[in-house]
């Protein structure tokens, strides 16, 4: 039987809505281009691009990479992760997984799912 601290993290898939009935949600990341993000996105997402993640896996670049508040999270920090469709936040979870973060979540079905339940989206830098 395996201990706790054995078992390795892995990615949880939450739909919109389950993502919007927590009563405490993870940080969301939105990783969608800039241009993506700004022309709709979920309430308090946070962008930061799935090829800024990727390249962040590289020890050298994290720093020039990756924003300061990103750099500063804990990796027991809870994290969702979208993107339109959800074919490219599984990646980011994998990745973040990678970069040492335990607690990941998916939002499957990404905004066009977020949308279709006429949850809240934004538009505009926040």
């Known amino acids: ?26 940080l969301l990341i939105d990783i969608r281009s800039q241009l993506e993000y700004v022309t709709g ?7 930061l ?10 020890p050298g670049l994290r720093n020039w990479i ?11 920090q809870p994290i969702a992760v979208i993107c339109l469709t959800s074919h490219r936040s599984p990646i980011a979870g994998d990745c973040l997984i990678q970069l040492g973060f335990t607690d990941i979540f998916n939002i499957t079905g990404g905004i066009v799912e977020w949308q279709q339940w006429k949850l809240e989206i934004v538009k505009g830098k926040p």
């Open 66 to 76: 990756l924003p300061q508040w990103f750099r500063d999270l804990s990796p027991d």
């Open 41 to 47: 996105h979920a309430p308090n997402a946070i962008n």
């Open 1 to 26: 039987m395996a201990s706790i601290s054995s078992v390795k993290p892995s990615l949880v898939n939450l739909s919109p809505l389950e993502f919007t009935q927590l009563s405490h949600p993870p």
């Open 49 to 58: 691009s799935l090829p800024r993640l990727l390249m962040a896996r590289i």
